[in-house]
C-alpha cells in the first residue's frame, strides 16, 4: 500500500546511546516533516525538507540531524539520546503542505532511559 | 508564542448531534488551514482543508469555517457518529513565506456518546 513507512515502531535506548528512525514513502512527495508528540500536547515540528538535499530546522531541533538524499527516504538521527526525547515521533509527507495536507506514518514510540 | 490554539482539550456530544471544533491563530501570513483526525497508537490522518481566500469548504459530514478578520476557524460535524471519537487537530501552513512547514495545535479530544 502506498504510504508513509516508519521503523522501528518501538525503541527503548540508554541516555547517550544514538540511533536513527527511518522514514520512506513512496508518493513521490517533496514535502517530508518529523514530528514529535508528547503526551498532551500537539505536534511539535523538529526538522522539515522541501525536497531531496534541502532540509531545515523546525520549532524543536536540538539533538537531532536529518538528510535527504533521496525524495524517498527521510531519517532522523538522533545524536546522544536524553530523557527528555522520550516522546511518540511522527514522520509525514505531502504533495504541497497546503491544500492536500500530510501524509503521516503510523509512528515511532521511543523511550530513552 | 503558540501560533496556534485549541483552547478546548476536550468535547462530548451525543450521536446525531453536531460537534463543533475551534481553533484560533496568530500568523496573518498562514494562508492554508487544516484538520487532521487521530486514534490512539496511529498516526494523524488529514481530514480537510480551507485557502484563506475561502471561508467554507464542505466534505461530507465535515465542513470548516475560517473566519479572517477573527482569525478563527472551526470544524463542523454533522451528524456526529460514535467512529468520530478521536483527537482532532487544527494546523496552519504559510505556503508562500514559509515552505515545508505546518505548525499544530494541541489538539481536542472529541468524544461522541452513543
Redesign the interface.
Known amino acids: 500500500n502506498a504510504g ?1 513507512t516508519q521503523t522501528p515502531k518501538f525503541q527503548v535506548l540508554k541516555t547517550g546511546q544514538s540511533m536513527t528512525l527511518q522514514c520512506a514513502q513512496d508518493m513521490n512527495h517533496e ?1 517530508m ?1 518529523w ?1 514529535r508528540q508528547d503526551p ?6 523538529i526538522h ?3 525536497g531531496a538535499g534541502i532540509t ?1 530546522q ?1 520549532e524543536v531541533p536540538n539533538g537531532y540531524n536529518v538528510s535527504r538524499s533521496t525524495t524517498e527516504d527521510f531519517p532522523l538521527r538522533l545524536l546522544s539520546a536524553a530523557p527528555s526525547q522520550t516522546s511518540v515521533y ?1 514522520c ?1 509527507s505531502s504533495l ?12 515511532t514510540r521511543l523511550t530513552v532511559v | 508564542d503558540q501560533q496556534v490554539k485549541q483552547n478546548s482539550p476536550s468535547l462530548s456530544v451525543q450521536e446525531g448531534r453536531i460537534s463543533i471544533l475551534n481553533c484560533d491563530y496568530t500568523n496573518s501570513m498562514f494562508d492554508y488551514f487544516l484538520w487532521y483526525k487521530k486514534y490512539p497508537a496511529e498516526g494523524p490522518t488529514f481530514l480537510i482543508s480551507i485557502s484563506s481566500i475561502k471561508d467554507k469548504n464542505e466534505d461530507g459530514r465535515f465542513t470548516v469555517f475560517l473566519n479572517k478578520s477573527a482569525k478563527h476557524l472551526s470544524l463542523h460535524i454533522v451528524p456526529s457518529q460514535p467512529g468520530d471519537s478521536a483527537v482532532y487537530f487544527c494546523a496552519a501552513s504559510a505556503t508562500s513565506t514559509n515552505a515545508g512547514k505546518s505548525t499544530f495545535g494541541d489538539g481536542t479530544t472529541l468524544t461522541v456518546k452513543p
Open positions: 508513509v514535502y516533516s514530528y498532551g500536547m500537539g505536534l511539535r515540528l522539515y525538507s522541501v531545515d523546525g511522527f509525514a504541497d503542505q497546503g491544500y492536500y495536507g500530510y501524509t503521516f506514518g503510523s509512528g
